[in-house]
């Protein structure tokens, strides 16, 4: 069976540090992987999704970045860090763009 | 703009009544899903709709799509303090487009 494993669950990070959350995928070949943030409560903000090694595609202007370096793996980075970066971030996949997604446990990021 | 908007935003309501939750766009989806989400935890997928009036149950949960694939509402009957937590639809359009509702944040007081 697939899992996704998303860490770490909480990160608490000063303004201006640099950031990596890792998101892996075992059990499958060649997933969609997404990275979404989530404020308290509210529906999911769609950061970047990816269809392929190294092919990434960015859904809003920000201070992150991402990258696939191997088939099930997705990386959520930032060099500097601002405090309107904190929130909820979810790493998810799907075997394709019109299949339902699988979500990991999220990271809690907290900017101070 | 959201593409997909749920109404309510908020729901309280105490163990034992029946609740409805909407998920409305002015845009044609070929399916969309509906997801429950824990504090602390990602959404788990509860169901999938991909025909027009299409209505699917889970135990004490009533999916409807809607005739014009624009719209899905969740109903619960007899809400139980497990069901309490974050309800998000999803549509795909377009074939691989996905997009996420706004959210219903659910409290079910026992």
């Known amino acids: 069976s697939q899992t996704i494993h998303q860490w770490p669950a909480t990160l608490v990070q000063p303004v201006g540090s640099p950031l990596s959350l890792e998101c892996t995928v075992e059990?499958?070949?060649?997933?969609?992987l997404y990275w979404y943030r989530q404020a308290a409560g509210r529906g999911l903000q769609l950061l970047f999704y990816?269809?392929?090694?190294?092919?990434i595609s960015s859904e809003v202007p920000q201070n992150l970045s991402a990258s696939r370096p191997q088939d099930r793996q997705f990386i959520l980075s930032s060099k500097k860090l601002l405090l309107s970066d904190s929130g909820f971030y979810l790493c998810?996949?799907?075997?394709?763009?019109?299949?339902?997604?699988?979500f990991g446990d999220g990271t809690r990021l907290s900017i101070l | 703009t959201q593409l997909l908007e749920q109404s309510p935003q908020f729901l309280s309501i105490q163990e034992g009544e029946n609740l409805t939750v909407y998920c409305n766009s002015s845009?044609?989806?070929?399916?969309l899903q509906w997801y429950r989400q824990e504090p602390g935890e990602g959404p788990v997928l509860l169901v999938t709709?991909?025909?027009?009036?299409e209505v699917k149950k889970l135990k004490r949960l009533t999916f409807q799509f809607g005739d014009a694939r624009k719209d899905s509402s969740l109903h619960i009957t007899a809400a139980q303090p497990g069901d309490t937590g974050l309800y998000l639809c999803?549509?795909?359009?377009?074939?691989?487009?996905?997009?996420f509702g706004t959210g219903t944040s659910l409290t079910v007081i026992p």
């Open positions: 059990g499958t070949s060649n997933p969609n």
């Open positions: 709709v991909v025909t027009g009036g």
């Open positions: 845009s044609v989806f070929s399916s």
């Open positions: 999803a549509g795909v359009r377009n074939g691989n487009q996905f997009y």
């Open positions: 998810a996949w799907s075997s394709s763009g019109n299949q339902p997604q699988h």
């Open positions: 990816s269809v392929g090694i190294g092919q």
